[in-house]
Structures are given as C-alpha cells and as structure tokens.
Nanobody, 116 residues
Framework: QVQLVESGGGLVQAGGSLSLSCAASGSTFGIAAMAWYRQAPGKERELVASISSAGSTVYVDSVKGRFTISRDKAKKTVLLQMNRLKPEDTALYYC??????????WGQGTKVPVSS
C-alpha cells in the first residue's frame, strides 16, 4: 500500500510562485508515472503535468512554460514548481502515482487559491 502526502499549497498572488511536493510512503517499485492533477470549482479534474519512470514529461497547454514537474526517486517525491501563477490556476491540486499494470494512488489534495 502506498500513501501520498502533499504539501506546499496556499494563497498566492497572481504572478507569484509556489512549489508543491508529494511524498510517498511504502514501496514505489514498479512505478510507471507520477503526476499532478487539479480540479477547479465546478470543473472536472484535469491532468496538469506528468513524469514517466523514464523521465519523460507532459504538460497541459495552459501551464507550459510556467510549471515544471520533477522527481526525486530516492526520496519518493514528486514536485511541481509553479511560476507566473494566474487566477485560473486556482484549484485543488492532487498528486497521483501510477503503477504497472494498473494501480493508482492519490494524495488528499492541496488548495492553491490565486488572487488577482
């Protein structure tokens, strides 16, 4: 069993920066990818960024050039550096670890309100 604990959320002004962290407890053997999702009020959850076990990254178009996903394998941690934040980035951010063949684990979510 894997548990994910997120940290780093909080109120930030538009144009500011914030760094989210997600640490896993338990074995991460067989991990396929780590990712960050977000869900804004009244909207569906969307993928923000992901990083595969090989290090390949994917970003949703709206955050390209502003957000960076990275990982620390030894610490079993995935990070999301968010720069030049916009009010439309306001959401509840979740980390996700996906394992082969099909296990998924989610963090509890961390709020990121961006004020204009």
């Amino acid at each position: 069993q894997v548990q994910l604990v997120e940290s780093g959320g909080g109120l930030v002004q538009a144009g500011g920066s914030l760094s989210l962290s997600c640490a896993a407890s338990g074995s991460t053997f067989g991990i396929a990818a780590m990712a960050w999702y977000r869900q804004a009020p009244g909207k569906e959850r969307e993928l923000v960024a992901s990083i595969s076990s090989a290090g390949s990254t994917v970003y949703v178009d709206s955050v390209k050039g502003r957000f960076t996903i990275s990982r620390d394998k030894a610490k079993k941690t995935v990070l999301l550096q968010m720069n030049r934040l916009k009010p439309e980035d306001t959401a509840l951010y979740y980390c996700n670890f996906r394992f082969y063949p099909s296990r998924n684990y989610w963090g509890q979510g961390t709020k990121v309100p961006v004020s204009s």
